[in-house]
C-alpha cells in the first residue's frame, strides 16, 4: 500500500525567506504526484501536477521536482510571503492504488510578517 | 464559474441519526470523490464513483452510503453506524487522470 509522508508537519519562516516542503513516498511505480494548498476550514486548491515522466513542473513563484527512483519530491516557493500562509498537501496517484490518490498529512506553513 | 458546491457548511448530527452531505459539480468530471479528513491525518476515502449508477468503496465505507444517479450529484449519507463520525467531510470531481481533481469548500460535521 502506498505511504505518503510530509515532514515537518509545520513550518515558521520569515518574509522572503525560500520555503522548501518534502514529500516522500514508498512505491515508485507511480503515475502522477499532485501538490495542493489548504486554507483553514477550506477545501483543496490544487497548485502543480507531475507527470511520472516530468522531472519537475513550474508556475510562477512555485517549483515542484519529482524524484521516482528515491521516492521523493519537493514543493519550493520562492521570496515566501504572509499570504503563502497554509497547510500544503501531496498526493501520490498510482497504478497499484487504482489510480486513486494517497494524501500525506500535509506540512502548515506559517510565514511571519 | 465552473466548480464544486458542498452543503451544508456545518453539519450537527444527534445519536441515532443519519445525515445527508450534498455535493454538486457542473465541471461535466465522470469521476467523483468523498474524502474524510481528521486532525493531523491525510484525506481518507470513503467513496468515489467514476460513472453514473455505479460507485466503489474507498478506505473507510464502513457506516457511510453514496448515491450517482446524476453525473452532477454525488451526495454523501453518514449513517448512525458510524461511531465516530465527527471531521471535515471533502467532495472531489476529476476529469481524465493525467489533470488534478478539483475540491469543494468542504462540510463540517460534529455530533451534537
Known amino acids: 500500500k502506498q505511504e505518503v509522508t510530509q515532514i515537518p508537519a509545520a513550518l515558521s519562516v520569515p518574509e522572503g525567506e525560500n520555503l522548501v516542503l518534502n514529500c516522500s513516498f514508498t512505491?515508485?511505480?507511480?503515475?502522477?504526484l499532485q501538490w495542493f494548498r489548504q486554507d483553514p476550514g477550506k477545501g483543496l486548491t490544487s497548485l502543480l501536477l507531475?507527470?511520472?515522466?516530468?522531472r519537475e513542473q513550474t508556475s510562477g513563484r512555485l517549483n515542484a521536482s519529482l524524484d521516482k527512483s528515491s521516492g521523493r519530491s519537493t514543493l519550493y516557493i520562492a521570496a515566501s510571503q504572509p499570504g503563502d500562509s497554509a497547510t500544503y498537501l501531496c498526493?501520490?496517484?498510482?497504478?497499484?492504488?487504482?489510480?486513486?490518490?494517497?494524501f500525506g498529512a500535509g506540512t502548515t506553513v506559517t510565514v511571519r510578517a | 464559474d465552473g466548480g464544486i458546491t458542498q452543503s451544508p457548511k456545518y453539519l450537527f448530527r444527534k445519536e441515532g441519526q443519519n445525515v445527508t452531505l450534498s455535493c454538486e459539480q457542473n465541471?461535466?468530471?465522470?469521476?467523483m470523490y468523498w474524502y474524510r479528513q481528521d486532525p493531523g491525518q491525510g484525506l481518507r476515502l470513503i467513496y468515489y464513483?467514476?460513472?453514473?449508477?455505479?460507485?466503489q468503496k474507498g478506505d473507510i465505507a464502513e457506516g457511510y452510503s453514496v448515491s450517482r444517479e446524476k453525473k452532477e450529484s454525488f451526495p454523501l449519507t453518514v449513517t448512525s453506524a458510524q461511531k465516530n463520525p465527527t471531521a471535515f467531510y471533502l467532495c472531489?470531481?476529476?476529469?481524465?487522470?493525467?489533470?488534478?481533481?478539483?475540491f469543494g469548500d468542504g462540510t463540517r460535521l460534529s455530533i451534537l
Open positions: 512505491d515508485s511505480a507511480i503515475y502522477n
Open positions: 465541471l461535466n468530471h465522470d469521476a
Open positions: 507531475i507527470q511520472s515522466s516530468q
Open positions: 472531489a470531481s476529476g476529469g481524465r487522470l493525467s489533470q488534478p481533481q478539483h
Open positions: 498526493a501520490v496517484m498510482a497504478p497499484s492504488n487504482d489510480y486513486k490518490l494517497s
Open positions: 464513483s467514476q460513472i453514473v449508477n455505479d460507485f
